[in-house]
């Protein structure tokens, strides 16, 4: 059974950090797409990030420079780290993994799997 356990959300102040982990099981991890997602309310979920099996990353324009996705194959997790944060990064982020084409196409519907989220809130 795939299971996709995010962590690190929180609330912070703007201008402030967070780190999400995301810890993989029962997953191919290491032949997988992964990515972060986000979904504030009433808006629709959009790519945050995306990083193939051989560590090539996209990110979304708005985030660039800004957040930084990694992963650890050894221990089967997922990172994304964010700086700088802004109000507007208030929202509900979802790790997710999909096979290789969902990285190029870095649609959400291409994302099989996902983790159940974790939310992150930045104050003004």
């Known amino acids: 059974q795939v299971q996709l356990v995010e962590s690190g959300g929180g609330s912070v102040q703007a201008g402030g950090s967070l780190r999400l982990s995301c810890a993989a099981s029962?997953?191919?991890?290491?032949?997988?797409?992964l990515g972060w997602f986000r979904q504030a309310p009433g808006k629709e979920r959009e790519a945050v990030a995306t990083i193939s099996s051989g560590g090539v990353t996209s990110y979304k324009d708005s985030m660039k420079g800004r957040v930084t996705i990694s992963r650890a194959n050894t221990q089967e997790t997922l990172y994304l780290q964010m700086n700088s944060l802004k109000p507007e990064d208030t929202a509900m982020y979802y790790c997710?993994?999909?096979?290789?084409?969902?990285?190029?196409?870095?649609?959400?519907?291409?994302?099989?799997?996902w983790g159940r989220g974790t939310q992150v809130t930045v104050s003004s």
């Open positions: 997710a993994a999909g096979f290789a084409f969902a990285c190029y196409s870095g649609s959400s519907t291409d994302f099989r799997y």
């Open positions: 029962g997953i191919a991890y290491r032949s997988v797409c």
